[in-house]
Structures are given as C-alpha cells and as structure tokens.
C-alpha cells in the first residue's frame, strides 16, 4: 500500500513537471511568433537597408495600428483552434477560407495579407479539391507559407521519437498549401529544429541531428534527400558566421529558413534575434515570426519584452486560446507518456 502511495506521488510529481515543461515552452513559443509577426507587419516588403526598426511600432506597409498582426498569426491561430476541435484537414481548409473570406481569426476582422501560394490552394479546395491535392506543386510554390504557420504541431509530438511518423504528420498539414517535396522538407526542418530546442539541444547538434535523421531514413535517391540538397547552408559549421550581406530574406522558404537561424544563432536574446530578423527587410513579418518562434521556445516567457506583449491587438483572446492549446498539449503529453493508468 506504502509503495502504491509513493508511486502515485512521484507519478504526480513527474506529471506536474511535464506540463510546467509543456506550459513553459508553448506560450512563449507562440507568443514569440505573433511578436515576430507584429513587429515585422509595418516595414514588409521594404528594401534592406532603408529602414531601421529597434521598437514595436504602428502604421507603415499596412496602415495598420501598433501591435496588429497579420497572416501568419490568423493561419497558426487557425491550426491551433482546428486542433482544439479535433478538426481534419478539411476543416482546417474551412478556417483559412474564412479567413480569406471573411476575416476569420483577425485583430479587425478584416484580412489584409495573403500569400500567392495559400490563396491559390484556397480557391482549388472552393473548386472541389480534397486538402491533399489543394496545395501548390511547382518549383514557384516554395514559399515560406506553409512554416509560418504550423508551430503548434511540436506540442503534438514533443514525445513522439520516431522521425517517419512526424514527417507524415508534418507532410500533411504542410502539402494542403505547398505540395512540393521542398516544402515538406522544409517544414520538418523548421519542426524538428523547434523539437530539439524544447528538449534542450543546442542549435548546432539540432541542425546535425536534423542532417543525419534525413540521411538514416531515407536513401540517397529519395526527393526529400534531393530537395535537402537545397539547404545545405544551413547544416554547415560556419553557417552562423555568414555575412549579413549572402543571408536573403525574400519569402523564397530556404531564405527564410536561413535568414530566421542565422538571426536566432547570431543574438543574445529574444529581443536581438527578432529585431535583427526584421530589420534583414523585405519578408519581414514571416522572417521575424519564424525567429521569433525558435527565440521564444529557446530563451522562454522572460526574455519577451513585456511592453511588446502588452502592446498585442486581441492579446487577452489570444492568451484564452493559446492557454486552452496548452491545456490540451499538456493532457496529451501527460497520456503519451503516462497512459491513462489512474481512469
Ligand atoms: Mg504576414
């Protein structure tokens, strides 16, 4: 009986740790995004360069008040209440077209900024497609729309070891906007790399790891090794002493990607990373969410300026939701690794 007791406690203790962990990494995780995204929505689309931004500001491309934020957050926020209502990937489909439509999941209820690649996959799903068959497949698809919004997948597979099983997850939250195996591969580059850092791996050892795991499972004549091929930069020791100048940050994905690292890799702090991202120019938004997404799983709650998290349009909505997603991500995690013993 003694036993039994102390093997609950601990059992308790090791459960009440896991969703603190759940809970520390999630919300700073997705709230490092938004932020990224806020900060970066007044000076998209600006030349290199010709700005300089060290605060959260108002107004600019969009003419949009401080603290709005744009497609990146509404489509996350699309996933993340989907995932909450045990939707499919056809219902997911359902949320981004109302967003489009109707200005689902906005700070005004009005939709301003859409990418070619999304929108295109939208109006093939109106037109009868099923989700799988509605993202774009050309070599022009390969976007950075796809990764910068499917974050809150790593919550769903924090536990989840076996690397084929979360491609396949990845691939398909990934293929209804952008269908090209480069995308794929570059949203489980984005995912793996997130999962690494909740689990406290350093950015050089996830990006290796990330490297040999792509190699361990599939042979050389793969697509996804062919497509890795693209990425090679990233994997390179020196990939971080990168001059500003060779670092792109054009919405093309392998930019994005690159662009996002080298800017988390070359900052001390949640801050730095996200204000060096933006200030890269031209997909500024997309670029800066990304990083901000890596600095928020890696440097945690207290490193996010709080003057920005207040500054937020719809933040408490947003708290609401985002506190429910980890509710559920943490119940799901305690299941996963404990099962349901004590029911
Ligand atoms: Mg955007």
Redesign the pocket.
Known sequence: MRSRQLKERWEDDNEMFLKLNVKKRLIPTLFGGIIG?VIG?PV?FKERDTFFIDDMVGYGTYNQPLGTW???TSLTLCLIKNILENGTTKDLMDKFDAYYESGYCTPFGQMF?IGRTTMDSIVRYKGGSAPAHCGGRSEMDNGNGAI?RIAPLVFLMHNEFDFLKKVKVIKEYTEITHAHPRAVVGSVIYIELLLRLYHNRTLRDALKDIYELFHENFDANHEYIQELSHFTRIFSDDFLATERSEILSDGYLVHSIEAAIWSFGNSDSFRDAVILAVNLGADT??IAAITGSLAGMYYKMKDIPEDWLNNVVLKEELETTINEFYLYCSDKAVKDTYGDWKK
């Open positions: 995204d929505v998209e744009s497609d990146d900024d910068m938004d997309t």
